[in-house]
């Protein structure tokens, strides 16, 4: 575990010092759980927008997008419920006076008799060999077996207190578990409070509950109070769906662990609407295509799992979290619900304006049935890099840090670099560049050795060099390096576009997800 949470450092240092992502306010030592993305992050990020947006809306003929606005008629989050129900568990040490969400706490509980319970497992591993046989061993070793019911009760215990809302039982379990403040070891907890995730404002210059107004906490309820707009005015058939980029805002109590809790991020969401009874087929649908989105990028297939949820939301009859193993473990990336017509209808009670949909198939209205996939955007940045970030020893016994970004999603490309700064080379790489650039994200670059370059662009991921050498200016050929096996070929110019294309073209990771 430690060893990961230093992996995880490491990528936060190299994340600033390449210019990928930097803490707020820095030169006022920061504000809490909020980021800038820098030069290369803004790339990366919009590269991994532009994919997502491409495969959901141009590869599906029924998908069209929408940007509602931020801030939404105050009645739009009283009938969503997050106004009486988007709230956490809060409880404070009277000691440290730190404040901690229930839940996480009963959570890193559950981690740490994890933690023993792998030791077990790793010790027996090593005692067995190539015998050891992992399932076998959990369903039969008394310990790991005791371990894993003292996992399950704790889990059942949480949610049981938590769906009904009992906080006098929640802080009751803390206290038997004897868990204790990190920061003052004390175990005087105060009653456990709901507080809720919504920021607010006030609406213009007026004060008072009238003119209250919130942040959005997700994109999804301006799809369903467009559900009408949007399907008219493109002429949408059942099913068919709102594709939504954007930023969305939560006062999240723990917000660590760099980028991947913040208050402030960006969510990529589809809100698809289907005929009632339909929904399962699409939900299995969706749950398929989405996960196909992920493996197209080649990431180690092994770091993703789906995670069924049992205790369901009240308003959805089916859900799965795509989970990937980010340097902390496994963790939720993205949510896939079957959301019943909940949304639509609370919005057809609160605002009296009917939200239906003629189906002239069955020659009757009815109230869709909705289908959600949502993942974030800044989650999935961080998987990307978590799962890039590599230090590498070669072969002479030197060291490379180089991130293995997807190609096709690199924040640079292609880098040109001429071998000297003289006899014509800069002036053929310009002119290799100017082509380039109108297709691919290039970077020119003169300055130092050749291997230092390399270096630098292995460092921000970029997944090929070309050099111009003394060589090219007689025979039109190039060098082209290769980011992760660092192999090198030589190349004719008029070679690079097409074999450029097909590697690094948006449209080759698009095609992927074609049957
Ligand atoms: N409309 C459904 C919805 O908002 P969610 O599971 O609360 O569902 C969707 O959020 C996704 O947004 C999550 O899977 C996660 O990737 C991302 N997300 C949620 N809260 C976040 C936060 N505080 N910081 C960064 N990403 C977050």
Avoid at 61 to 81: N, R
Avoid at 427 to 440: G, W, Y
Avoid at 446 to 455: L, P, S, T
């Amino acid at each position: 575990m430690a060893q990961k949470e230093d992996i995880l450092k490491r990528i936060i240092g190299h994340a600033k010092e390449y210019g990928f992502v930097f803490p707020s306010s820095e030169i006022y030592d920061g504000l809490s759980a909020t980021y800038d993305y820098g030069p290369y992050g803004i790339e990366l990020k919009q590269n991994i927008r532009r994919y997502w947006w491409e495969a959901m809306v141009r590869m599906h003929d029924h998908i069209v997008g929408l940007e509602s606005a931020i801030f939404m008629h105050p009645t739009v989050w009283k009938a969503s419920g997050h106004v009486d129900a988007f709230n956490d568990p809060l409880i404070d040490n009277k000691d440290s006076k730190k404040r901690y969400r229930a839940d996480v706490l009963l959570e890193e509980h559950i981690e740490k008799i994890r933690g023993k319970q792998q030791k077990e497992i790793q010790k027996a591993a090593k005692r067995f060999g190539e015998a050891f046989d992992e399932a076998t061993y959990r369903t039969t070793n008394d310990r790991v077996i005791g371990y894993q019911e003292q996992i399950d009760d704790i889990k059942n215990k949480m949610a049981g207190y938590l769906a009904a809302g009992d906080f006098t039982a929640l802080r009751q379990l803390i206290v038997d578990l004897e868990i204790a403040c990190p920061i003052s070891g004390s175990r005087n907890w105060t009653e456990v409070r709901q507080f809720n995730l919504m920021f607010s404002t006030e609406l213009g210059s007026v004060s008072g509950e009238a003119a209250t107004i919130y942040l959005r906490p997700e994109t999804a309820q301006g799809s369903y109070v467009n559900f009408l707009n949007v399907q008219k005015s493109s002429r949408q058939k059942i099913p068919f769906g709102i594709a939504q980029t954007g930023k969305a805002f939560r006062n999240e109590i723990i917000a660590r662990q760099f980028i991947f809790r913040m208050r402030e991020f960006e969510q990529m969401e589809l809100q698809f609407f289907v005929r009632p009874g339909t929904e399962m087929e699409w939900f299995e649908y969706w749950k398929a295509f989405r996960m196909r989105w992920h493996r197209a990028l080649d990431l180690p297939e092994e770091s993703y799992r789906f995670h069924d949820h049992i205790k369901l939301a009240h308003y959805a009859n089916a859900a799965t979290d795509i989970e990937f193993d980010f340097p902390m473990g496994f963790k939720e990336l993205e949510g896939i619900h079957s959301r019943t017509d909940f949304d639509l209808k609370a919005h057809e009670a609160h605002s009296g304006k009917k939200l239906q949909y003629f189906d002239p198939e069955l020659n009757e209205s009815y109230t869709p049935y909705v289908v959600e996939t949502a993942i974030g955007l800044d989650r999935m940045f961080l998987a990307i890099l978590s799962a890039a970030y590599t230090e590498e020893t070669l072969a002479d016994g030197s060291e490379r840090v180089v991130l293995n970004i997807p190609r096709w999603l690199a924040p640079i490309q292609i880098a040109i670099l001429p071998l000297v700064k003289k006899d014509g080379l800069p002036e053929m790489a310009k002119s290799l560049f100017n082509t380039l650039k109108l297709d691919f994200s290039c970077q020119y670059d003169e300055k130092d050795a050749i291997g230092k370059r390399y270096r630098r662009q292995d460092a921000i991921g970029t997944p090929y060099c070309i050099t111009i050498d003394h060589d090219s200016l007689e025979d039109g050929q190039v060098t082209l390096r290769e980011r992760d096996g660092m192999t090198q070929q030589r190349m004719a110019i008029e070679e690079l576009p097409a074999f450029l294309h097909d590697k690094l073209h948006l449209s080759a990771l698009l095609s992927r997800l074609l049957d």
